[in-house]
């Protein structure tokens, strides 16, 4: 994958004109206002912004854990609800959310066993049949892969928090879903922690050929791993700026160094002051 | 030496584990070897002599309240088989009160955790009768369901049906967020989150419960045979009966031998609840 858009027909993920309300009247907070997003199929697409400027509110709406109050959402041309139901949707959250009683291997397989019809809907979703005919990867190849060989066996409670995390990203990448989202899935962790699982993020990303939404509150973070990252303010919750970061991949430790990543990363900071200073205007 | 030098000096010093590691193994109360060491029994034990001690003066002071300790031992071991057999009805009774009562309000927490409209309806009722001592309404039981082993059966069913589902609603409601979240999205059924997440998350609020209401199931039995005075089997009627004849060492045998009843199953249950929940955190601390 070298950052060239791929031309396909439908877009993965496409919001159109958004709006999340909470709560009624004086106290009402817009969550999302407005809100227009187009992801092509395969892309990595991060989510950017200041607290409370509703990153987590669009990716639960595209994920289908919650409804816009308006507009529409489609994923890969289904509504969200039937994109679930196909089990097209990977869902990291925060906290790595495995079940304590279950084995790291246990945790990753569970999902397999659960909605066992969701293979015939997903064929049956238009121009989908060839990757659902692909089937389930083998989940100790991929925990090996992701470097939980040896904790395979282990329960969550007996594994570091990188770990465990690792563990999450595996369970939601073994649906093979078409598109991933993640919030902010790293941010509970160490420097050296984090930088090891963009790594290894972006080689299953590569491999799995997904399409990924992902919150972070990180600059560096969205430039390292992202083809696009999408700016957003807060009062209302909007987009306000888009960045294509254009930068050859795999992605490396020389790249990091190098002035063209440093100008993307003033880039983006640049454009959240901005968000801030129109909202203190 | 320099100032310097004696601060890091004092540095090192303090920062050094002074041989923690062998210290704390020993004084961990939950530590099976601490066992060995007087500093850990000893405290029981005189404390125990010292109880004996008072009994026994009590004994002399009031014959009618006390009897002396030797002859509730002549007692129970004389007439071992009969305490036995006795402790084996209370414990029938509440054990089958108990199983009625443990599924019919497990049943009713999965109900209410899937259907908001009966939550709603039921549980502000459950929390008023799970502070109510429904032991009382025993004798009216007896009145009702006569001498048999019905109204023992129902009235620790009734004892142990609240805390049960107030505990399992809340185990079945515990389910984090994100967990559920991440079951939405790949749109599990009802009866899968349930077999799969809700009750496993439930099971250590279940056992919690469990601890509760084995000695409530024992104590409904026991009560529910004392005011049915035409029973004929029980400890409870035991108690009673003896207690009318004036035959305090029976008395108190009785009582000793339902302590160490609930002892025995409060073990069993801890025995199960290691097996089952040995990933729980309550396991081990
Ligand atoms: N369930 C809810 N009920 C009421 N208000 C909510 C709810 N969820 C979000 N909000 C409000 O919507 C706004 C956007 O919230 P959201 O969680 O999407 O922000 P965020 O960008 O993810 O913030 P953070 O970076 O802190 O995670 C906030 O003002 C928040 O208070
Ligand atoms: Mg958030």
Redesign the interface.
């Known amino acids: 994958m070298d950052g060239s858009v791929k031309v396909t027909g439908t877009p993965a993920l496409d919001l159109r004109s958004v709006r999340r309300v909470y709560g009624f009247g004086p106290s009402a907070t817009t969550a999302l206002d407005d809100v227009h997003l187009s992801v092509p199929a395969g892309r990595f697409v991060s989510l950017i912004g200041p607290s409370g400027c509703g990153k987590s509110t669009l990716l639960?709406i595209a994920?289908?854990?919650e409804e816009p109050d308006h507009g529409t959402v489609r994923v890969h041309g289904v509504e969200p609800?039937e994109a679930?139901?196909a089990?097209m949707?990977?869902?990291v959250?925060?906290?790595p959310?495995l079940?304590?009683?279950l084995s790291v291997l246990r945790n990753v397989t569970?999902?397999h066993?659960?909605?066992k019809g969701?293979a015939r809907r997903r064929e049956r979703i238009a121009g989908n049949a060839e990757r659902a005919a692909t089937g389930a990867p083998d989940m100790r190849e991929l925990l090996v892969k992701a470097g939980l060989g040896e904790a395979m066996h282990k329960?969550p409670?007996q594994l570091s928090g990188g770990m465990r995390q690792r563990a999450a990203i595996v369970?939601a990448f073994g649906?093979r879903p078409d598109v991933l989202?993640m919030d902010e899935p790293f941010s509970a962790l160490d420097e050296f922690t984090r930088e090891s699982l963009q790594d290894q993020l972006l080689d299953l990303w590569d491999e799995l050929e997904t399409t990924v939404l992902f919150v972070t509150h990180s600059v560096s973070e969205a430039v390292r791993l992202s083809d696009t990252v999408v700016v957003m303010a807060p009062h209302p919750g909007r987009i306000v700026d888009t960045v294509e970061v254009d930068l050859e991949r795999p992605r490396g430790d020389r790249l990091f160094g190098e002035r063209r990543f440093h100008e993307y990363e003033d880039l983006i900071r640049d454009r959240l002051r901005r968000a801030w200073r129109s909202e203190a205007a | 030496m320099t100032v310097a030098d004696e601060r890091t000096a004092e540095a090192a010093a303090g920062t050094e584990p002074p041989a923690e590691p062998s210290r704390y193994s020993l004084r961990h109360p939950k530590s099976r070897i601490a066992w060995i060491r007087p500093a850990v029994w000893a405290p029981l034990l005189v404390m125990l002599a010292l109880l004996a001690l008072l009994w026994q003066w009590g004994a002399d002071e009031l014959p009618y309240l006390l009897p002396p300790l030797g002859k509730i031992g002549t007692s129970l071991t004389a007439e071992f088989g009969y305490y036995v057999d006795n402790a084996l009805v209370t414990l029938g009774e509440a054990a089958a009160g108990l199983g009625m009562g443990f599924a019919a309000a497990f049943v009713l927490a999965v109900l209410t955790s899937e259907l908001p409209l009966l939550r709603r309806a039921v549980m502000p009722i459950a929390v008023v009768l799970n502070v109510t001592p429904l032991v009382a309404i025993a004798p009216a039981l007896v009145v009702a369901f006569g001498f048999g082993p019905l109204p023992k059966l129902v009235i620790a069913a009734l004892i142990c049906f609240f805390p049960i589902l107030i505990n399992t609603a809340a185990g079945l409601r515990s389910v984090p967020r994100q967990v559920l979240q991440v079951y939405r999205t790949i749109d599990a059924g009802r009866v899968e989150l349930l077999w799969y997440v809700r009750i496993p998350h439930a099971l250590p609020f279940l056992f919690a419960a469990l601890r509760i209401v084995l000695p409530l199931s024992i104590i409904g039995a026991v009560v529910a045979e004392m005011s049915a005075s035409g029973s004929t089997r029980g400890l409870g009627t035991v108690i009673s009966v003896a207690s009318s004849m004036n035959q305090l060492p029976v008395v108190y045998a009785s009582i000793l031998v339902l302590a160490v009843m609930g002892v025995l199953l409060l073990l069993a249950v801890t025995l199960v609840e290691r097996r089952v929940l040995h990933w729980h955190d309550s396991t081990h601390d």
């Open positions: 639960r994920a289908g854990l609800a679930c139901a089990k949707i990977g869902l959250p925060q906290s959310a079940l304590p009683w569970l999902p066993k659960i909605n969701a329960l409670a369970r649906l989202v």
